[in-house]
């Protein structure tokens, strides 16, 4: 996991499961981040996350959406309560790639220390769960803060309790097929569990195909069995025959191998055929 700055460290103490909690249950929505009623956080919880916006209410274009979920986190409504101060207003939403820009009034920059990082990832916490959204930046009047200590925010940034078994966030870049049938890649910013391998978590991603809706699956449709294992920065791909069979155009098997080499730790893909190696593949 990344080192996390000093501040950082200190919120991480100030969480506990009880207030930063997802529910063992499926959420139907997303979970909108706010503050913790000071009578129930017990000397310890800041964060609550038990708020939830149900999917359907949101709009279908995502850059609405984004606006739609901020509009929700500055109200203090029912149960939810904002972290950002009565006179922040929202300016402008606009989607750059995969990361959200948010453009706040002037009275966000009064927000400075442990008030700032809450209200920075209650933001960044809400919006990731957007599809498409993996990163968030904060602005005040089209300005950067410049007492932040970073402008970019991922929600992987920030542990919660009741997410201790995340090892860590693990960034690459997936190929996928444009509408010309040529490799396009995606930069997306994967969860990695304890026990997965980079690889593996590559290969799900790319098994589940792209997050953009201009781009089309790299595997073929009745694509199964595709395993990895590491071994000292060498990704031991393994495809079953039956698979391999249907990768009939060489760019799909090098669009794998990007996808690969593009995560961090991963310097070279060795490719098995039902268990006897191939060779390699770049």
């Known amino acids: 996991m990344k080192r996390i700055a000093t501040l950082f460290l200190l919120l991480l103490l100030l969480f506990s499961a009880a207030g930063c909690a997802a529910t063992e249950e499926p959420v139907e929505g997303l979970v909108l981040y706010g503050l913790t009623a000071e009578e129930e956080r017990l000397g ?9 916006l149900p999917w359907e209410e949101l709009p279908q274009e995502r850059e609405a959406q984004v606006q739609a979920v901020m509009e929700h986190l500055m109200r203090s409504e029912g149960d939810y309560r904002s972290p950002l101060p009565e006179n922040v207003k929202l300016r402008q939403v606009q989607l750059s790639g995969s990361t ?23 933001i960044t916490l809400s919006l990731t ?35 201790d078994d995340v090892v860590r966030t693990l960034t690459a870049r997936l190929y996928f097929l444009n509408e010309e049938g040529r490799l ?33 699956p790299l595997l073929p449709e009745d694509f199964t069995g595709m395993s990895a294992r590491m071994e000292s920065g060498v990704c031991h791909l393994n495809i079953p025959g039956e698979s391999m069979d249907l990768l009939q155009e060489e760019k799909l098997l090098q669009g794998v191998a990007r996808s690969l080499l593009s995560a961090e730790g991963i310097q070279q893909v ?9 060779g390699e593949i770049k």
Not at 145 to 158: E, F, I, N, P, Y
């Open 129 to 163: 769960q957007l599809t498409g959204v993996y990163a968030v930046r904060i602005t005040a009047e089209g300005r950067e803060l410049v007492h932040r200590s970073k402008q970019t925010l991922l929600s992987g940034d920030v542990l919660l309790s009741s997410m």
């Open 184 to 216: 396009e890649s995606e930069e997306r910013l994967l969860t990695q569990y304890e026990g997965e391998s980079a690889a593996q978590v590559v290969l799900n991603a790319l098994t589940e195909g792209p997050e953009n809706d201009e781009l089309l």
């Open 44 to 52: 310890g919880d800041i964060i609550s996350g038990t708020t939830v």
């Open 100 to 122: 959200a820009c948010v453009d706040l009034s002037v009275g966000y920059t009064l927000l400075s220390g442990m008030e700032l990082t809450v209200a920075d990832y209650c």
């Open 270 to 278: 060795q490719l098995y055929v039902d268990g006897t190696p191939q």
